[in-house]
Nanobody
């Protein structure tokens, strides 16, 4: 079982930056692909980015390409989402996620473990 805890959300003006962190429990973190998702008010959950076990970004949503960067530090059991040039439409609760099994290959789907989320609000 993997437990995930996000942090780093907050209120920022348009054009600003935030860095989200997701701390994972367990000694097998390095064997999991990790992903970030978001859910805006009144909308469904949306894939944001994913990163492989060995720290290679796998995919980004078109809406965040060039502005967001996913990374991880396996020694710290942590995955990050660096968000730059933020827009009001980036306002959402951001979640990190892991698939159900180590070494499982996923991109935007098939995630089993989820954190509680962290709120990001971008003002215009």
């Amino acid at each position: 079982q993997v437990q995930l805890v996000e942090s780093g959300g907050g209120l920022v003006q348009a054009g600003g930056s935030l860095r989200l962190s997701c701390a994972a429990s367990g000694r097998t973190f390095s064997t999991y692909t990790m992903g970030w998702f978001r859910q805006a008010p009144g909308k469904g959950r949306e894939f944001v980015a994913a990163i492989s076990r060995d720290s290679v970004p796998i995919a980004y949503a078109d809406s965040v390409k060039g502005r967001f960067t996913i990374s991880r530090d396996n020694a710290k059991n942590t995955v990050y989402l660096e968000m730059n040039s933020l827009k009001p439409e980036d306002t959402a609760v951001y979640y990190c996620a892991a698939p159900g099994r180590p070494f499982q290959i996923v991109t935007s789907g098939d995630y089993t473990y989820w954190g509680q989320g962290t709120q990001v609000t971008v003002s215009s």
